[in-house]
């Protein structure tokens, strides 16, 4: 937390995206004929697979166990989230009248945020929790593909040819995402990270028009609540300095810009989270070594940092090589203090 609010730290704290997937054999055996779904709505679950990399890694910060689905399915999107697929629609929305089902979301209808959350603060003593939410593009464009897309053709063709029906999409999915972060940090989260995964689709001058107004409206409708917020996207270079426009407190990196590059990119005021190529910890344990040193160094020149990987932990990744990189990024970072 210190770190987000750019206060001086004993180490640089470290967690990892995804930190709770399919790398850990402990998580596979409690998933075990459970959809991914229906493990986001029990309290029992999330409260133990948030825990997970907590208990194994001793990382900084545990991240909600949940998806950016989530608050979609739970006011009655018909959606499924398949293994090694992701996120399906039934029925994509391509229209106005697609727009009905997107009704507000209420504390009620997320019960088991509330009650998994609250369970997990209990339970983590001084490690924050950072809850999460999809922001409005990354959540309209599963929404308007109807799952998983490269080129994000429908969405684009919405974005570029109905900016009237998309502006109400993207109200509507602001709504829902503010109410579902509401509702984490009412029940205890310390921080929350807005995920715009895809939005590095999008071109700087689409961003400023189509996107920025409404993840803008998000962090500001949640500054008053005392809370770090983080805002995250892939193949975002381009867009560091509007996605720090939009407001967080902490901008979050992706491996292809460098720290020390990416903090002329983005605003003054701001702390960086990242930014290890998840990819690197396939390599030797030597390289993984000699390139987290450089992300360290790299994030000194930023005001805070937040060390993290560009993207979601590989669901192949050996968990032992985060065990010993999360120990080298602790013992380094306070060793150069
Ligand atoms: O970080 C964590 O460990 C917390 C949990 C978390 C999940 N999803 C669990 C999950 C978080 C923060 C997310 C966010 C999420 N979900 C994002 C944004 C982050 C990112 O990676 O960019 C996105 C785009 C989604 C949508 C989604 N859900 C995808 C693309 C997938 C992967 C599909 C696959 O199997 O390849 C999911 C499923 C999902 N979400 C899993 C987990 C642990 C795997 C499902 C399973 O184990 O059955």
Not at 299 to 312: D, M
Request: one cysteine or more; glycine letters at 10%.
């Amino acid at each position: 937390m210190r770190a987000c609010r750019r206060l001086p730290v004993p180490h640089t704290p470290v967690w990892y995206m995804r930190q709770a997937g399919r790398s850990l054999p402990e998580y596979l055996r409690v998933r075990e004929g459970v959809a991914m779904l229906e493990a986001c709505a029990r309290p029992d679950l999330i409260v133990e697979i948030t825990m997970q990399p907590v208990r194994r890694y001793g990382v900084d910060a545990a991240i909600f166990f949940s998806d950016i689905m989530v608050p979609l399915k739970a006011i009655g999107v018909d959606l499924d989230i398949k293994p090694g697929v992701g996120p399906v629609i039934a029925d994509p929305i391509r229209d106005a009248a697609g727009l009905n089902v997107l009704r507000p979301l209420t504390p009620d209808d997320v019960a088991y945020v509330t009650e998994a959350v609250g369970g997990l603060v209990g339970e983590l003593g001084a490690t924050p929790l950072i809850g999460f939410a999809g922001a409005p593009f990354t959540l309209a464009s599963y929404l308007i593909e109807g799952g998983p897309s490269k080129n994000h053709d429908h969405t684009k063709a919405m974005m570029y040819g109905r900016p009237e029906l998309w502006a109400r999409l993207m109200d509507r999915l602001a709504d829902i995402t503010l109410a579902f972060l509401k509702v984490q940090i009412a029940a205890g989260a310390s921080a929350v990270q807005l995920f715009d995964s895809w939005v590095g689709a999008v071109a700087p001058q689409d961003y400023r028009e189509s996107v920025l107004p409404f993840t803008s409206r998000i962090f500001r409708e949640l500054e008053g609540l005392g809370v770090p917020r983080i805002h995250f996207g892939v193949g975002t270079g381009e867009l560091l300095g509007l996605m720090g426009e939009a407001g967080a407190d902490v901008v979050g990196v992706d491996w292809r810009v460098p720290l020390d590059e990416a903090v002329h990119r983005v605003p003054p005021g701001k702390a960086l989270q990242g930014n290890l190529d998840p990819a690197l910890l396939f390599a030797p344990w030597e390289v993984v070594e000699r390139r987290a040193r450089d992300v360290l160094d790299r994030g000194r020149t930023a005001e805070g940092h937040v060390f993290n990987l560009g993207h979601g932990v590989l669901p192949s990744t050996n968990p032992d090589v985060l065990a010993r990189l999360t120990d080298f990024v602790h013992e380094t970072s306070a060793a150069g203090r």
